[in-house]
Every structure is written in C-alpha cells, then in structure tokens.
C-alpha cells in the first residue's frame, strides 16, 4: 500500500531563517506532488505541484520555492522567512494520468515564524 | 478560472440525524470531477466521496452521499446517522478532468458540529 511520509511535524521558526519542509512516498512509483498551505481556519491554497523529477510548477509567487530531487521526493524550501509563511502546510500526491485520482495527503507541518 | 464556493462555514447537528452540506462551483469545462473532504482536529485530510461529472448517478458511501447537479453548478454532501466522529471540517474540491487537470482547488470549508 502506498504511503506519505511528511516531516517534521511542527516547527518554530525565526523571521529571516531558512526552511526545509520534506515529503517522501512509498509503494508507487512516478506520482504527482503537491504542496498546500492552509491558512488557520481557512481552506488550502495550492503553492506548487510537479509532475516528474526537476519539474515544479509554482502556483502563487512568494518567499517559498520547491523541488523534487527523487521521483518521490518533494522539498518545501524558503531561504529567508516571513511572519506571513506561517501556517499548515500538507504533502500530497495522486496517481500519474488518473485525474479522478483523490489527493493523499501526508499528516501537515505546522510552521510558526516568529 | 474555478472556483468552488462553500456558503455554510459552520453547520450543527444532533447525533443520528441527518444533515446536508452545500457546495458550489463555477467552471465552463465539461469534465471533471468533485470531491469532499474531512478534515478531524488530528488535521488529517481523509478523502470522502468523490463525484464524475459524466456521472449522472449521485455517489453514495456508506452513510454520505451527494447530490450533484450539473446544471446548476451544485454538490452538496448528505450525512446521514451523523456520528459523533463526523465532527469535523469538511472541503469541497474540484479537479478538472482535461489534460491540465493536475490542480485540485478547495472550498473554504464548514466546520461541522455534533452533538450528542
């Protein structure tokens, strides 16, 4: 069965520090990736997705950027962090060519920039 | 551009009873696919039902169940015997079903309250 590993869980985070948010899957193989930010109490707000290795499409310009170094691998970064990249930010993934495929989702970061 | 509109942000109902939440969208395509979320305190998001446009039977699982129609741009999701468990916040979602279809966009959500 296929699985979605996010980490960390939480994190505290001083305003001008760098991130690294990581996303891995198991059990299938080529997927797409996304990253999400849910906002507190307010819907999720796709940031980038990547359809294959090296390709990222960003969705809203901002202090953050992505990658995808492994098939199944995604990589939320930031070099320098706003008060404004706090929030909770989910990992995801569907099947390859199935665009009825649901989301699965991994459990969420929550960043707290301070 | 879609867009998906939920106009309850929170709704309350008694254990074992029944209740509709409602969902719109906007969009000129003609395939694609709708989907309901919930999302429990843990924050986990766990996929509910999920609805084909090109589908005209209303999907149904286990207790939940939608009423689709396309014509009028509407996807409610049913409840029924709601659970205390079904506590939660519920998004509805849409994803087109072209060649581009790799972005699934989100309702704002509605917070659903049981009580026993």
């Known amino acids: 069965s296929q699985t979605i590993h996010q980490w960390p869980a939480t994190l505290v985070q001083p305003v001008g520090s760098p991130l690294s948010l990581e996303c891995t899957v198991e059990g299938t193989s080529n997927p797409n990736l996304y990253w999400y930010r849910q906002a507190a109490g307010r819907g999720l707000q796709l940031l980038f997705y990547?359809?294959?290795?090296?390709?990222i499409s960003s969705e809203v310009p901002q202090n953050l950027s992505a990658s995808r170094p492994q098939d199944r691998q995604f990589i939320l970064s930031s070099k320098k962090l706003l008060l404004s990249d706090s929030g909770f930010y989910l990992c995801?993934?569907?099947?390859?060519?199935?665009?009825?495929?649901?989301?699965?989702f991994g459990n969420g970061t929550r960043l707290t920039v301070t | 551009a879609q867009t998906v509109t939920q106009s309850q942000p929170e709704m309350s109902v008694q254990e074992a009873e029944t209740v509709t939440l409602s969902c719109t969208y906007d969009t000129s395509e003609s395939d694609y696919y709708l989907f309901w979320y919930k999302q429990p305190p843990s924050r986990q998001m766990i996929l509910v039902i999920r609805q084909e446009a090109y589908k005209q039977q209303n999907a149904t699982e286990n207790r939940f169940s939608v009423n689709f129609q396309k014509a009028a741009k509407s996807f409610s999701l049913k409840i029924s015997d709601s659970q205390l468990g079904d506590a939660a916040m519920y998004f509805c979602?849409?994803?087109?079903?072209?060649?581009?279809?790799?972005?699934?966009?989100f309702g704002a959500g509605t917070r659903l309250f049981v009580k026993a």
């Open positions: 995801a993934w569907t099947k390859k060519g199935g665009t009825n495929s649901p989301l699965h």
């Open positions: 979602a849409y994803r087109s079903g072209g060649t581009g279809g790799f972005k699934t966009i």
């Open positions: 990547s359809v294959g290795i090296g390709q």
